[in-house]
């Protein structure tokens, strides 16, 4: 028998739960679900508790800790209560008390053992404690998708604030040229540079396909990691990370323009490192944050 910690990661179309050694938070029992993330709250709760189940199930002899859950924001994370609104998911769970739902479908977990962290913060907490971040002091971690999440760490710790931290480690909503940071360095961002150079909307998973023979796809990737270098380089100078972790959906094609992104930061001393754990970093976050690192 050990101990573990039932570790969620809740996106905006399916939800993933595993059982994470208390210890070594190494996971085992991996479980994926997809939810539907504008359908009722009701459903959306008792599939996550179904997911979890399952988890459990797969180890009759783990004694389950608590629960730790990687979510989204906007969200009340000392509280677990959600406060998503008019982002085309979750809606229907605005004001849900996660934390009750959940020892509700759970009724052996106490209420404070079940415990939230945002979701690009357990997925830079993960890369620090079994990813491409193990050893590194300083580290940036940025999840390049729809949106673009991000988190600071010091000595294996989140930062919200300090010298090169922007309020919250959020860089999402800086501005950028005549936007914000968010309008470049994302899917929509990426996209729009396609269409400006073809007149074609393609999602991102196309024009990285498409980069092998396409010159357009390739310059839109190639620009997006030019992009994303400038986005860094005054955080990076401010900050001084030893590494900066890229995740995310957009990062599984970072061959493309990772490169270009390096050459724009060749003055610093900052490494640019692939997440090594990708859908799994958030889970094995959600485990550390419950432990409290």
Known sequence: M???ILAYDVGGSHATAALANSATLELTAIHSCPLDSSGPAVAVLDALAAVGRQAIAADEEAEVLGIGMA?????????GICYIRGLTK?????G????QEMVARFPGIAPEAVRF??????????????????????VIGLTLGTGIGSAFAVDGRIVESGAGVP???YIYCLPWRDGTIEDVISSRGLQQRYRQAT??????REIATRATRDPAAQKAMQDFGHALGEVLLPLVE???????????????????????????LAQTKARLAVSTLFDLAAIVGGAAAWRGV
């Open 2 to 4: 050990g101990q573990y």
């Open 71 to 79: 979510m989204p924001g906007p969200f009340d994370y000392e509280q």
């Open 90 to 94: 979750y809606d229907q769970l605005y």
């Open 96 to 99: 849900v008390n996660f934390r």
């Open 117 to 138: 962290v945002n979701d690009a913060r357990a997925s830079l907490l993960g890369e620090i404690h079994r990813g491409a971040a193990v050893g590194a002091r300083r």
């Open 167 to 169: 309020p919250g480690g």
């Open 199 to 204: 007149g074609e909307t393609c999602d991102v």
């Open 238 to 264: 401010s900050f001084a990370p030893d590494v900066i972790v890229l995740g995310g959906a957009i990062a599984k094609s970072a061959a493309l323009f990772v490169r270009t992104t390096q050459t724009v």
